[in-house]
Every structure is written in structure tokens, then in C-alpha cells.
């Protein structure tokens, strides 16, 4: 157990919808990070939050929005789904922002119909 | 462009059988390289960082070492739950964690 959390487990929506996926960091940890993993793209970094504020993005689309609140829990919100969304979306947190060791949450499963 | 190369892409050993994976990486400025592990539809495992060259990690059967330009897993006599998928990521210039796309090693008893 890496002391990551992410909620839910499991989500299955329908295109055009749009999903809340949450993640809570481990204690002491500031950074927070997504990743999308899809079976033909592998893990793709989207965006990190450090202490509140954006501080590096990757390819993340435009539909894709994301914040980390004062309690360091942060949330990545996905709008007008479409079917090339479904994959596993992990969060990851680190103490540092920069060249620190990743500890990744078990992730959300996305299923898009 | 900076990229993470792994290979093999699968392997399977017998149990006992020692084998290595390669991580190479073109990054003009190397700040951290990382192995993982990762179970099917799991969240990836860490397993180390290496720093610099020459940096060697070990943790029961798995020993990570780092050169210029690439990386090494070695696998001690696997065990059947040596199993997944090792995943190899490094930081870049701009801070970023790139990924390879994995060797999926497979242990049979």
C-alpha cells in the first residue's frame, strides 16, 4: 500500500458525460500528479499540482481540467467524454515538486460507452 | 527528442532462471531514473532510483544499476510472483517522468 488513495474504483458513463476521479496524497506529500495508461499508449503524464498551484502539464486535452485543493487532495475532472477516454487513470504524489520519487495510487478504471 | 526505450518486451523464464531488462534513455540532462513494478489493472510499485552513474540499488532478487545511457534490472532466480510488468521512467529537463512501455516478465515454476 503506497499511502495513495483514489476514488472511485470503478467508473463506467456514457460519451458526451462528464466524471469527477479523486486522489488524496500520501501524508507530507505536496505533489500530486495524474497519469492516463491506456493498453496502446502506456502511462502518458497529464498534469502535476504542487502545493495548490500547476506546475507542469503533458498532454493533457483541453476536456481535461484538474486542481488540487488546500488539504492537498486534488481531483482530475474529464467533460464531453468520448470513447478513446476509457483507460485507467493514476494519481501519484511526491514530498518534492521536482526529480522526486513517484508513489502511485491503486488508479480508476474509466469505461466509456 | 528525449525517449525511454525497454527491452526486452516480454520475457519469460523458468523459475531460478536469472535474466536482465534494459532501459535505455536519450534525455539531454538525466535527473532520476525509476523502476517500477505493476500488476495487471494495479497501480505501479516503486521499486528504485538511481542517480548518477555507476549507482547500483538492490532489493531481494532485483538489482537496478545505471550507466551513461542506460539502465539494468537483473532478476536474481525469479520466483512465480516475480511476475509483472517492470516499468522504467526517467525525469527530464522540465521535470517531467517519462515511461517506457514496459517488460512484461513471465515466471513459470
Known sequence: DSGVTQTPKHLITATGQRVTLRCSPRSGDLSVYWYQQSLDQGLQFLIQYYNGEERAKGNILERFSAQQFPDLHSELNLSSLELGDSALYFCASSVLALADTQYFGPGTRLTVL | ?109
Not at chain 2, 23 to 43: A, E, N
Not at chain 2, 51 to 73: I, P, Q, V
Open chain 2, 1 to 109: 527528442e528525449d525517449q525511454v526505450t525497454q527491452s526486452p518486451e516480454a520475457l519469460r523464464l523458468q523459475e531460478g532462471e536469472s535474466s536482465s531488462l534494459n532501459c535505455s534513455y536519450t534525455v539531454s540532462g538525466l535527473r532520476g531514473l525509476f523502476w517500477y513494478r505493476q500488476d495487471p489493472g494495479k497501480g505501479p510499485e516503486f521499486l528504485f532510483t538511481l542517480y548518477s552513474a555507476g549507482e547500483e540499488k538492490e532489493k531481494e532478487r532485483l538489482k537496478a544499476t545505471l550507466t551513461k545511457k542506460e539502465s539494468f534490472l537483473h532478476i536474481t532466480a525469479p520466483k512465480p510472483e516475480d511476475s509483472a510488468t517492470y516499468l522504467c521512467a526517467v525525469h527530464l529537463n522540465d521535470y517531467k517522468l517519462s515511461f517506457g512501455a514496459g517488460t512484461t516478465v513471465t515466471v513459470r515454476a
